[in-house]
């Protein structure tokens, strides 16, 4: 079982959302999961320009690192959302990334993994965005299990003191709902929302995305 955590700090090691999304990834080897930590400061990953080419193929017109990130995503079995609270949003680096996976949304090429969120902010907004970033995995048809965040103040401690919540959201949590399944009726109620709409796209570009139109109809997503 892989876990991949994405981290959308550019402080890399000095980052307290790595620390915290490591301590769920310490969790979740605990729980006998393979771990990564990928750093999005680390790739080259292109704002989306809207041109719309990826509806043709799946293929931006950007040659850059997110291909072999959707596709270490797609190897992993849980997805850890990990971003610092930037002006009560994510942060910028994060919605970069956000705004790119797009197609993967639009075709679900996730679905039916199991993700979490985790925030560090220094006051605000903390919540709000484990919220969103939940809220994106539900797009992306990842059932959610929850998610933390903390509020340092400027104390570096403050993350140590949540180090036992976090790993418990790795190992309970994460790898458990990935072991032995978990089940949330207003996520699933939306990700179900959510591929209706997306099915009259898949039905609208099958000429152009055939294989996604065949592995749509084969897992009886239309019928
Ligand atoms: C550009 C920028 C915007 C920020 N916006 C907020 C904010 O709106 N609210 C807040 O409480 N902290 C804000 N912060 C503080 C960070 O959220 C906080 O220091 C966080 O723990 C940094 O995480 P990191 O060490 O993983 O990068 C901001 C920091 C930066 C650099």
Redesign the pocket.
Known sequence: MKILAI?????TL???????AQYVLDGAAEAGAETEMIDLCDLKITPCTACEGCLFNGICVFDDDMPALVERMKEADGIVF????????V??QMKIFFDRLADAIHYQVLAGKYGCSV????????DEVVAYQNHVLNYLAVVSVGGIS???G?DSFA?EAKEADARALGGRKLVDAITNGFSNAKQEAEIADNREFFKDIVVENRDMRTEEYERWARLGWIK
Do not use: F
Request: net charge positive.
């Open positions: 981290n959308g700090s550019p402080r000095r980052s307290t959302t790595r620390q915290l990990a971003s610092p609270v930037y002006i009560d949003n942060s910028g925030v560090s902010t220094h006051t605000s907004g903390g903390v509020a340092t400027g993350v």
